[in-house]
C-alpha cells in the first residue's frame, strides 16, 4: 500500500496523480445490468437507530417516542470488475434531491464558467451570522467544500444564472436535469431529483475525467472532494442533508482510491433528526469494511 506523509504538496500531487490510473474504455453504468443485490447490508442499517420525526401539530403534552431503526441504501460500484452491488436496487434507483453533493456539479459549472477562477480564490464572508459557526468566516472552494457552506455555493448559482445552469446540467447529464424552483436552492427543495445508481455513474465520469468540462476543472473538484487520506487508500467524497424534503434524506458520496482499483459509493438514508448525520459515513464504511475494500 503506498506509503505517504498526509501533508505537504507531495502529498496533493501523489493523490491526484492516482485518478489518471488506467481505465477501461469508459462504459456508464446506466447502460449496464450487472447489478446484484444483497439484503446482508441491511443488517447494517438496523443494527442502528435514528430519532423519529417529530409530529408538526403542537402536543398538549410532550409524547416520548422510540429510536427507530435505520433505514436506506448503499450502493458500491467495482471499477476492475465493472460490477455494482446493493442492499436495495429499488431504492438504489429512486431519486432524492441531492441536497450538498450537488455541491461537486455546481463547482465544476462555478470552475468551467470562470464565476470562481480557482481553488485558492477567496469569497468574502458576507458578515452575516449564522448557526454553524464554520460558515462564518471567508472560504475558497477547498474550504467551501470541506465545511459544505451554502451561502458560498447560492451566490455561485445566482452568477452562473437560470439559462447557464440548466444546461451546463443537461450536459452532465445530472439526475432528471430539473433545476426548477429558486435559482439558488433548487438542490434542496426544488425539482431536481438523482438516485444512488446515478451519482455512481456521474461519479465515474468524473474519476475518468469524462465530464463535459475541462480537465483542469474536474482535477480542482477532484482536489476539494479530498475527504481522507493514508496508507490504506483515500477517500474523495462529498455529504449531503436534504432536510427541506418531506422525509430527511442523507447523502454520503464519492470513492476510495486503492493502489490497483477504485470502489465507487452511494449512500442514501432518512435521517429525521440532525443527530443521526455521522451515520451516513459510519454506514458506508461498515459496509466497506465488510467487502474488504478498507481494513
Known amino acids: 500500500m503506498r506509503s505517504f506523509a498526509i501533508s505537504t504538496v507531495l502529498v496533493m500531487s501523489s493523490l491526484l496523480a492516482s485518478s489518471i490510473i488506467a481505465a477501461p474504455t469508459f462504459a456508464s453504468t446506466a447502460a449496464k445490468t450487472e447489478w446484484q443485490e ?30 427507530q431503526q435505520a433505514s436506506g441504501v448503499v450502493v458500491l460500484w ?14 438504489a434507483n429512486q431519486g432524492f434531491l441531492p441536497a450538498s453533493t450537488f455541491k461537486i456539479p455546481n463547482s465544476l459549472i462555478a470552475l468551467e464558467l ?24 471567508d472560504h475558497n472552494l477547498i474550504t467551501g467544500m470541506k465545511y459544505s457552506v451554502v451561502p458560498v455555493y447560492q451566490e455561485f448559482a445566482r452568477q452562473i444564472g437560470e439559462a447557464r445552469m440548466s444546461k451546463m446540467i443537461a450536459s452532465f ?21 438523482i438516485s444512488a445508481t446515478e451519482q455512481i455513474d456521474f461519479l465515474r465520469r468524473l474519476y475518468h475525467n469524462k465530464i463535459h468540462a475541462s480537465e ?38 464519492g470513492w476510495v482510491e486503492l493502489d490497483d482499483n477504485v470502489w465507487f459509493f452511494a449512500m442514501n438514508m432518512d435521517i429525521p433528526d440532525a443527530a443521526g448525520l455521522p451515520l451516513r459515513q459510519a454506514i458506508t464504511k ?10
Open 38 to 67: 444483497t439484503r446482508s447490508w441491511d443488517a447494517i442499517f438496523t443494527q442502528h437507530q435514528v430519532e423519529p420525526q417529530q409530529a408538526k401539530q403542537q402536543q398538549v403534552k410532550p409524547q416520548k417516542t422510540k429510536p
Open 173 to 193: 447529464d445530472y439526475g432528471n436535469e430539473d433545476i426548477s424552483g429558486n435559482l439558488d436552492s433548487f438542490w434542496l427543495d426544488g425539482g431536481i431529483r
Open 114 to 137: 470562470g464565476v470562481v477562477k480557482d481553488e485558492h480564490q477567496v469569497f468574502k464572508w458576507d458578515g452575516k451570522s449564522r448557526d454553524i459557526a464554520t460558515w462564518n468566516r
Open 286 to 295: 461498515e459496509v466497506l469494511k465488510l467487502e474488504q475494500v478498507i481494513p
Open 216 to 253: 483542469r476543472s474536474q482535477r480542482i473538484v477532484k482536489q476539494a472532494m479530498l475527504t481522507e487520506a493514508n496508507s490504506d487508500y483515500i477517500i474523495r467524497a462529498k455529504t449531503g442533508y436534504a432536510v427541506r424534503a418531506e422525509l430527511s434524506i442523507g447523502w454520503w458520496v
Open 78 to 91: 467495482n471499477e476492475n470488475k465493472q460490477q455494482g452491488y446493493t442492499n436495495n436496487l429499488k431504492r
